[in-house]
């Protein structure tokens, strides 16, 4: 598998989809999209390095052991749990701090968003350790 | 009417029960510090609860009742129940307990596993208190399997041996599988009596026995005591686990242990006993044990097989003593319980010091150890004596008891059986007891010398005390068995023994049984060994074979069923689902009528246009001739979907459909390319009819399973919570990702689980995968 126009489009094009999918898991919770949907936007970008660069290339995309980066968001979508629980609230109730920005811009951070990046996680970890999986069949 | 014993605060029994088990920690620790000294440190927890026990006997009439909660929500507590029975064995368990933990310490002297005998040993005493101090029947029912799995680590203690682990498993297998009808019948006697507690049952007795559930209860509770004490035909495991060390033979394997079954038995006899079916049931397997035990005692030449064939013919004369639930009858089983444990205990020992000593276990070559061995001979004399029914032992007591019973039974059958039985024990008691001590001294017996004092004490007792309760009766029966009668038969505990009745016709049996007794030694003597030879083959097709067989089947069954169910072949899995799902359905169609939506209501162009597109794309699926061209084809059903989704504003459902049909046609493309020789179907690959047929059955049935869905009316309310709550709830206005991360974030947590569990799964099955290749590639370098 070596397209020059397939690998020239890739090296442009995994960039973007990575910033959309972090878009996308950014804005899920009032607009179309989310930890899930995020998720499988980023490990098309490591599909798109896999046919493009091979398998291995998809594994370097991220720092860690794919699987690693499965293990660390399931982790934290199991943390996410802990701040009701330590609060002596039924566990797994949403807790929301309003960060305020200034000039009226409030952001509300609350373990819903830590639970959704750990989703986020979970799915690209699970892909990407799918697809750099391959490696053991040689072509 | 049986009285009930007085509640009690407090939690004597609760300690009483615990002390052997916190025994059983500790034990490893004091072996490895005092080595062989331990026995003699040990020895002081049965002994201190003997001792408690005696200072309880007053209270063992009309009985005491304490409770400890344990799960109340399931009306499970540690209750104990302390009345004439319990006390009885109580006394056994912690008295030939005490002699036996001293006759350990002198029998594995030096042994290297010695911590962890005495702590199975301890563990298995603190169960067996448990079994017969337990009110509650969950409680019972928990120390009874306890003591089957300690029986089952002190069978197999000996590991190394093939012969001891077969034996453990099959002990373990045969009361295991007692012990879990013992928990159904129990369970249906909770339920038709309203009480777990086995002193209500007592007071239950006509509920009980007019409920329907009578029957079956009586059947599984029976099955559970007959394997527990190793009557016909579940008896095959009591001789094997005589491949355990003698002292446990001496304690689980006839004075305790093996009992279990008949102190359920006379525990429940108050609440089920005195009807035809407990009559038949335990006179006829009772009887047929004791004769077969009398005969195969007869046929064997090894010490201590003989002794456990006699044990196993004791559990059958006390399953029979017990079927009729009458006074004379259930007076006689508790005297006849106490002398078998106190000579059976005694002749163990003895065996285990000629074994010990003489090296040999072999009858034939056992003969003349009187003068090399002279306690020893002693005791064994002792116990031989009480085993035969010779005045002035307690087992001429039990005999005049068993006796009484069986005159006032009027059926010649019973006596015949008894006295039967009662010769052959007279004969073993000639064979085990004293045959190897008298006579020309054989080769075993020119090296053979006395037992250490410890292995000495326990049979010299017990001996002695057979003696000592056979010239003052009066004391066994006040203190010992009335009391024990009396729990069984729920009135004032009173026994009248009269040693000599005068020359009636019952005095002139018992001689007569002596004489048959004497005549079977002569003829034991004389035609043992042709005897032994003619029966050998005939007795290899016995219920021991049966367990083989049985075992043997079983695992065939489990890898038959296996390879049916497992094939490894995943078009067979997927096949089986969708036919057993199908299946299913159709079943649940015919419960009744249901409506199905009506088809082609409506329906846009644009909608109709998606419709076609996706079914020529299953079709090409299904047609496809190149696997790449199946996957492409099955991506495009997936995008038909993902269209519907868009129409009906789904776009998180849409997103999330496109981009997992996108993965799903890379990766897997991504595998083809790998697999060169993979990438055509052949014809081999080409479905049957009968795969076509499951896979359109399958497809007809989710559409009528769609429309009959779409003709129940909606029920909008989950919806409008959900479209309600998600804003000031969940401080979002994506609905669907609220709902994922926020009101239903236990659903998404497990699902997330599962993608990680399916990774890994799927990194095992490429690595393997690998690997295969790379040994491939590896033959064929060479």
């Known amino acids: 598998m070596s397209s020059l126009i397939l690998r020239a489009a890739t090296r442009a094009l995994a960039p973007l989809l990575l910033m959309l999918s972090l878009f996308l898991l950014w804005r899920g919770h009032n607009e179309p999209g989310g930890g899930f949907i995020g998720g499988l936007v980023a490990a098309s970008a490591a599909a798109l390095q896999g046919i493009a660069f091979g398998p291995a290339a998809a594994r370097r995309m991220l720092w860690l052991p794919p699987v690693g980066v499965a293990a660390i968001g399931l982790a934290l979508a199991v943390l996410s749990i802990l701040p009701s629980a330590l609060a002596g609230l039924p566990p797994m109730e949403a807790l929301w701090a309003k960060l305020d920005l200034g000039d009226g811009a409030v952001v509300p951070l609350g373990t819903p968003l830590l639970f959704d990046i750990g989703v986020f996680l979970v799915v690209v970890g699970s892909v990407v350790a799918l697809i750099a999986a391959l490696e053991y069949a040689p072509e | 009417m049986p009285q009930r014993g007085l509640q009690r605060s407090g939690c004597d029994m609760l300690t009483v029960v615990l002390a052997p088990f916190a025994a059983a920690l500790l034990a490893p620790l004091i072996v490895s510090r005092l080595r062989d000294r331990a026995a ?63 006759y350990a310490g002198g029998y594995l002297a030096g042994h290297v596993m010695l911590g962890r005998f005495f702590a199975i040993l301890f563990a298995f005493m603190g169960a067996m208190l448990g079994v017969v101090l337990s009110d509650n029947m969950i409680a019972l029912f928990v120390f009874w399997e306890l003591t089957s799995l300690a029986s089952y680590l002190l069978v197999g203690f000996e590991a190394a041996k093939p012969h001891a682990r077969r034996s453990a498993l099959q002990a373990l297998l045969i009361t295991g599988t007692g012990g879990l009808a013992l928990l159904a019948g129990m369970i249906l006697l909770a339920e038709a009596g309203g009480s777990w507690e086995l002193s209500d049952l007592a007071l239950a007795k006509s509920w009980l026995q007019a409920s329907p559930l009578y029957g079956p209860a009586l059947v599984l509770v029976l099955v559970g005591c007959f394997t527990k004490s190793a009557q016909w035909p579940f008896h095959s495991w009591l001789p094997g686990a005589m491949a355990a060390p003698t002292p446990v033979s001496a304690y689980l394997h006839s004075a305790t242990m093996v009992k279990a079954g008949v102190y359920l038995l006379a525990r429940l006899e108050p609440a089920l006993g005195g009807t035809d079916v407990w009559l038949v049931s335990l006179g006829l397997v009772g009887g047929l044990t004791m004769l077969m035990g009398a005969v195969f005692a007869l046929l064997e030449t090894d010490l201590k097989l003989v002794l456990a064939w006699t044990t196993v013919a004791a559990l059958g004369t006390l399953v029979f003593l017990l079927a009729p639930s009458f006074e004379p009858s259930v007076k006689a089983a508790m005297a006849f319980l106490l002398v078998h444990a106190l000579y059976k205990g005694a002749l163990f020992m003895t065996a285990g010091n000629l074994d010990h000593e003489a090296g040999t276990r072999d009858l034939t070559r056992l003969r003349g150890l009187a003068r090399a061995m002279p306690l020893t001979f002693a005791a064994a004399a002792m116990a031989a004596f009480s085993m035969a029914g010779l005045p002035a032992s307690l087992g001429w007591v039990a005999k005049e008891l068993i006796g009484l019973a069986k005159a006032s039974d009027e059926i010649g059958l019973t006596l015949t059986a008894a006295t039967a039985a009662n010769a052959a024990g007279f004969a073993v008691a000639c064979i085990a007891g004293l045959r190897p001590y008298l006579g020309q001294a054989s080769e075993a017996a020119a090296e053979a010398h006395e037992a250490p004092w410890t292995m000495l004490a326990g049979p010299l007792l017990l001996g002695a005390l057979g003696l000592v309760f056979g010239m003052s009766p009066q004391l066994a029966a006040d203190l010992l068995i009335a009391p024990a009668a009396a729990a069984v038969l729920g009135t004032k505990p009173a026994l009248e023994i009269t040693l000599f009745k005068g020359f009636d016709w019952k005095f002139l049996l018992t001689l007569a049984t002596f004489a048959a007794g004497a005549a ?72 009744g009528p249901f409506a199905l939506a009506p088809l082609g209501d409506g329906g846009k162009l644009i909608e109709w246009a998606v419709i076609v597109l996706t079914a020529a794309a299953a079709l090409a699926t299904a047609l496809a001739t190149t696997r790449l061209l199946a996957v492409t084809a099955l991506g495009m059903v997936g995008l038909g979907v993902t269209m519907i989704f868009m129409l009906w ?40 009819p009968g795969t076509i047929m499951i896979a359109a059955g399958a497809g007809v049935l989710v559409a009528v399973l769609m429309l009959g869905v779409l003709a129940e009316p909606f029920d909008p309310r989950l919806a409008e919570w959900f479209g309600a709550n998600a804003v000031p709830g969940g401080l979002g206005r994506n609905v669907v990702n609220v709902i994922l991360v926020d009101f239903r974030a236990l659903d998404t947590l497990g699902e997330i689980t599962v993608v990680v569990a399916a990774a890994l799964g799927g990194i095992a099955a490429m690595m393997r995968f690998g690997r295969r290749r790379a040994d491939a590639g590896g033959r064929e370098d060479r």
Do not use: C, K
């Open chain 2, 40 to 102: 003699l440190v040990l020895a002081l927890v049965p002994a201190s609860l003997f001792a408690w026990a005696m200072a309880n006997l007053g209270e063992a009439f009309p009985g005491r009742i304490e409770a400890t909660p344990w799960v109340p929500g399931l009306s499970v507590s540690l209750s104990f129940n302390l009345d004439g029975l319990s006390a009885l064995f109580t006394l056994l368990i912690t008295g030939i307990g005490t002699l036996v933990v001293l």
């Open chain 2, 649 to 688: 504003s789904a776009p998180d459902l849409a997103i999330t459909q496109f981009m997992v049909e996108t993965l799903i046609v890379v990766i897997l493309a991504l595998i083809l390319i790998r697999l060169p020789g993979f990438r055509i179907t052949s014809e081999a690959d080409r479905p049957g």
């Open chain 2, 520 to 591: 079977i030694y002569l003829a034991w003597v004389r035609f043992g060994a042709e005897a032994r030879a003619r029966s050998a083959p005939v007795l290899e097709r016995g219920p021991d074979r049966g367990y083989d067989h049985l075992l043997a089947g079983l695992a065939a069954f489990a890898s038959w069923l296996t390879r049916l169910m497992q094939p490894g072949l995943l078009h067979r899995y997927v096949a089986a689902t969708f036919a057993v799902v199908g299946l299913v359905v159709i079943a649940g169609a015919f419960r």
